[in-house]
T-cell receptor, first 112, second 111 residues
Framework: EAQVTQNPRYLITVTGKKLTVTCSQN?????MSWYRQDPGLGLRQIYY???????DKGDVPEGYKVSRKEKRNFPLILESPSPNQTSLYFC???????????FGPGTRLTVL | GESVGLHLPTLSVQEGDNSIINCAYS??????FIWYKQESGKGPQFIID?????DKRQGQRVTVLLNKTVKHLSLQIAATQPGDSAVYFC??????????FGSGTQLTVLP
């Protein structure tokens, strides 16, 4: 089944404790992206990747890192999480930046 | 800067009626627009797309209209059903190679 998977689905952590949210797709898509979704603000892009080893900042990259060492994986790293990073995070992939995106199920992160 | 937004945060329609969800954009370089549907507790799902060289595209029960003159996009859902209740987002892809989403319209279908 073609899909985007994210792990964990739910995470509660404390300020400053490094964490990684994994994202994997099995569709051989080149374009991958991370979003956060907050009430009243919609989906905001954090980082995106056009292909392996090619990443770039989205609208709200501060406090986040990403890597794209393999085509299928695009982990989101929070080196020192803060409470303002409490949010619902979505990973997405598409054939290119000019095709529809396939979204993962979301990761709900709470930073205390 | 460029932006994509939705006109109304909420819309309620009677089951069986048609729904119209609107979206405005500011960047003329956009060449591809996509509508997504997000059901409660799930990630957004693709509904329909339209290229900037078109002004209308139809799918199953859905139609997207693009008015480049006023930079306006709309999604029409025919014979709205309870399963259509969700948040709807418009998205654009263009020369910036970044994908922007509006804040979403919550569609509620009343029995």
């Amino acid at each position: 089944e073609a899909q985007v998977t994210q792990n964990p689905r739910y995470l509660i952590t404390v300020t400053g404790k490094k964490l990684t949210v994994t994202c994997s797709q099995n569709m051989n898509h080149e374009y991958m992206s991370w979003y956060r979704q907050d009430p009243g603000l919609g989906l905001r892009q954090i980082y995106y990747s056009m292909n392996v080893e090619v990443t770039d900042k989205g609208d709200v990259p501060e406090g986040y890192k990403v890597s794209r060492k393999e085509k299928r994986n695009f982990p989101l790293i929070l080196e020192s999480p803060s409470p303002n990073q409490t949010s619902l995070y979505f990973c997405a992939s598409s054939l290119s930046d000019r095709n529809e995106q396939f979204f993962g199920p979301g990761t709900r992160l709470t930073v205390l | 800067g460029e932006s994509v937004g939705l006109h109304l945060p909420t819309l309620s329609v009677q089951e069986g009626d048609n729904s119209i969800i609107n979206c405005a954009y500011s960047n003329s370089a956009s060449d591809y627009f996509i509508w997504y549907k997000q059901e409660s507790g799930k990630g957004p799902q693709f509904i329909i797309d339209i290229r900037s060289n078109m002004d209308k595209r139809q799918g199953q029960r859905v139609t997207v209209l693009l008015n480049k003159t006023v930079k306006h996009l709309s999604l029409q859902i025919a014979a709205t059903q309870p399963g259509d209740s969700a948040v709807y987002f418009c998205s654009r892809s263009g020369s910036a190679r970044q994908l922007t989403f509006g804040s979403g319209t919550q569609l509620t279908v009343l029995p």
